[in-house]
């Protein structure tokens, strides 16, 4: 079946750039996603990438897609204390597919 | 603004209650979702529905029921609360099309079972 994988954690320096990287199965994956849960919070739609795309830049937030690898990463520049989360990539097969999420990758900052 | 609301920001129930976890959207979203989330495992979905009265299984239904008598409210029933399904439930929306938004979720409910 399908299946989205991500290391569970990553803590990195305040100011550093943030990489956060995703491996999924299905080839048929038209969209993904990356999202954001803040602590006590739901999850928030960051940003979303469909699978001829290579890359999208949304300010500080950059998603790579290496589909031949099955690889989506997501770059946060210039990383913040309120950029501290869970950050959970996930995929659909098309707009109205069920959406397959990873396991979450919870992102600390350090001064 | 639009908006996924759960009931219950935290619950505590004892082994054996029958549990109902709420959840309304304001959004006339077609489809509802209920997802268990635990440390490691990522969201794991239980049930969901694409339309009222319709429900279907998701990866982990068992000990758990669903209601949806009407579009805007989806809950979700322990039957017989164990201590197995101590956990946060994220309640989720989404458009029949998904508009290329993904799910709008809810704030959680974290449920403790003694």
């Known amino acids: 079946g399908e299946d989205v994988e991500q290391s569970l954690f990553l803590s990195v320096r305040e100011g550093d750039s943030s990489v956060i990287n995703c491996t999924y199965t299905?080839?048929?994956?038209?969209?993904l996603y990356w999202y954001k849960q803040e602590p006590g919070a739901g999850l928030q739609l960051l940003t979303y990438?469909?699978?001829?795309?290579d890359m999208k830049q949304d300010q500080r937030l950059t998603v790579l897609l290496n589909k031949k690898d099955k690889h989506l990463s997501l770059r946060i520049a210039d990383t913040q204390t309120g950029d501290s989360a869970i950050y959970f990539c996930?995929?659909?097969?098309?707009?109205?597919?069920?959406?397959?999420f990873g396991s979450g990758t919870r992102l600390s900052i350090r001064p | 603004d639009v908006k996924v609301t759960q009931s219950s920001r935290y619950l505590v129930k004892r082994t054996g209650e029958k549990v109902f976890l709420e959840c309304v959207q304001d959004?006339?979203?077609?489809?509802m979702f209920w997802y268990r989330q635990d440390p490691g495992l990522g969201l794991r979905l239980i049930y969901f529905?694409?339309?009222?009265?319709?429900?279907e299984k998701g990866d982990i239904p068992e000990g758990y029921s669903v209601s949806r008598e009407k579009k805007e409210r989806f809950s979700l029933i322990l039957e017989s609360a164990s201590t197995n399904q101590t956990s946060m439930y994220l309640c989720?929306?989404?458009?029949?099309?998904?508009?290329?938004?993904?799910?709008?979720f809810g704030s959680g409910t974290r449920l403790t079972v003694v």
């Open positions: 959004m006339d979203h077609e489809n």
């Open positions: 299905d080839s048929s994956s038209t969209y």
């Open positions: 996930a995929e659909s097969e098309s707009s109205a597919s069920k959406i397959i």
């Open positions: 989720a929306s989404s458009t029949r099309t998904g508009e290329l938004r993904g799910y709008t």
């Open positions: 990438i469909f699978s001829n795309m």
């Open positions: 529905s694409y339309d009222v009265k319709m429900k």
